[in-house]
């Protein structure tokens, strides 16, 4: 049977570095495993691309990931610290490809 877990490892605001081992073969985005590994993120919009408080930068493996949506780019460009790695966790499903990705959470608190 193939491996369907990845390593990812993130950075939390206080610069705590952690690997976690990601299922892809479960349909949750990125937010919704933070935030059930305990990261702070508010979700506030429920993962639909409307509230950037999932935002994170990709440190690695940018290039492996699906491109943005018109509306998640529209919602990064509000936000004063976005910039060309940042992507919102919520609009990301990762895949086997991902594996050895690296990213800081950069996601308001209020
Ligand atoms: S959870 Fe609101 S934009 Fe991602």
Redesign the pocket.
Known sequence: MEDYNIQVTVVDRDGTENTLTVPTDVNLSL?EILKASDYEIL????????????HIEVIAGLDQLTAASDQELD?LDTLPNADEQSR???QLHLQPQNNGMKIKIKGALQ
Do not use: I, K
């Not at 979700?43 to 999932?54: E, S």
């Open positions: 937010m979700a506030t919009c429920g993962g639909m691309a409307l509230c950037a408080t999932c919602m919102l966790a919520c």
